[in-house]
């Protein structure tokens, strides 16, 4: 079973990234980089949708529900934060 939640991402004064579901009260993380933000909000958005079933009460109306993949989604990328090596252009050789 898989879910669709939508979600928010802002930069905090402190610089940390704050990644929250609103759709679920009191679902947010701080960290220091966007790929841990999203990987932490994951983990507390599947804690939240067990602690519904749990109790049987329904998903917020925002939260849709999917059986099978494919599911389509955007994903945010801060180019800054990835370490990858760019491969230059070598100088060309000027005639004098």
């Avoid at 759709?23 to 841990?36: K, S």
């Avoid at 329904?58 to 090596?85: M, N, Y």
Wanted: some cysteine; proline content about 8%; glycine content about 4%.
């Amino acid at each position: 079973m898989y879910h669709q939640v939508p979600f928010e991402i802002s930069k905090q004064e402190d610089g940390l990234w704050r990644v929250e579901a609103p759709g679920l009260q009191g679902c947010w993380v701080d960290e220091p980089t966007l790929a841990e933000a999203i990987s932490e909000i994951q983990e507390v958005i599947a804690m939240m949708i067990d602690i519904y079933e749990e109790k049987g009460s329904p998903l917020p109306q925002e939260i849709s529900t999917k059986a099978d993949l494919p599911l389509k989604a955007t994903i945010p990328v801060a180019v800054t934060e990835h370490k990858f090596r760019r491969v230059s252009k070598p100088a060309k050789n000027k005639r004098r």
